[in-house]
């Protein structure tokens, strides 16, 4: 394998197109959780669904015993105040509730790893605007993502299209600072950290051979948080309302490939303007 600056793996383009097979196995786990999400289903159910669609498609869920203590589930699901690392279970979903599902598999050995907010039902609108913004500022980053460049324009364009945006009651959206996106590959998390926040110009060079997972997680009030007593699921501070959406993608010399995106990313690059990185 072979490692760049500061210890980032360079994957060839054989090794990205098995990186869009393990990826395309998470878009659809996501797509058919995104189906299943309905007032009076469990948790746990949807993690059923996601291990059942993993495995009969020839992957491993690369969540289930990761970290300490080990991660018991294939997916993480956070409700409401819940922003990230939700365990699976008993909890019931209801009207008005979201849920963010985060999933990774490895297939062949290479890890694709994704996540969307979902509404149950009903949502009041502040929290369908904080979904929208949180979803959209992920293309942003993408958008801003070009070889030669840094992974900073990719955080600071997360970051100001986050603060651009108008708060529903006037306040500011928390943009959590203690988790960031990551490198991926042969490993889920690999250098180099990827913030929701920074600035442009600055943090590794974006090169070709890269694979990174962004996920913004936004709040609709304090980026602060804790983490609960299973010593996983990581709770807004203040209560507030969370959404989080992920994706793992690389840059070819054609532009961005969303690698856990169904399309590639195709529609919703075009939509910005920005050329498709995936033919
Ligand atoms: N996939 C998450 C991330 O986006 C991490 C999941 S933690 C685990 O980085 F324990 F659930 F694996
Ligand atoms: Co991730």
Redesign the pocket.
């Known amino acids: 394998m072979l490692f760049g600056e500061r210890g980032i793996e360079i994957k060839s383009p054989d090794q990205i197109a098995k990186m869009r097979v393990a990826g395309l196995l998470v878009g659809r786990t996501l797509e058919l959780i995104r189906e299943a999400v309905r007032p009076g289903v469990t948790t746990g159910s949807l993690d059923a669904l996601a291990e059942d669609t993993i495995r009969s498609g020839g992957g491993i869920p ?3 015993g ?2 300490y203590p ?2 018991p ?1 294939t ?2 699901a956070s409700v409401n105040d819940e922003v ?2 939700g365990i699976p279970g008993d909890r019931v979903l209801h009207d008005g509730d979201v849920i963010s599902v ?3 598999a490895i297939v062949d050995g290479w890890h694709g ?3 969307i907010t979902v509404a149950v039902g009903e949502v009041e609108p502040a929290v369908l605007e904080l979904m929208r913004i949180t979803e959209e500022s992920m293309w942003q980053g993408f958008a801003a993502a070009r070889l030669g460049g840094n992974v900073g324009d990719i955080s600071h364009a997360i970051e100001s299209y986050v603060t651009s945006q108008p708060h529903p009651s006037g306040g500011s959206f928390g943009i959590l600072r203690d ?1 960031t ?2 490198g991926i590959g042969t490993e ?2 690999q250098p180099p950290n990827v913030p929701n926040f920074g600035k442009p110009g600055k943090g590794p060079k974006l090169r070709r051979g890269l694979a990174l ?1 962004v ?1 913004p997680m936004i709040t609709l009030g304090s980026r602060d948080t804790v983490v609960a007593e299973d010593e ?1 699921t990581v709770i807004t501070a203040d209560g507030s309302m969370s959404a ?1 959406f ?1 994706h793992t993608f690389t840059l070819t010399p054609q532009g961005p490939w969303i690698l856990t995106a169904l399309d590639g990313g195709e529609e919703r690059l075009a939509a910005m303007g920005v050329p498709f990185g995936g033919r």
């Open positions: 690369s969540f289930l990761y970290g080990p991660f589930a997916i993480c990230v690392h985060d999933c990774g790893d994704a996540a988790y996106g990551h889920m998390h997972a996920e996983w989080h992920e």
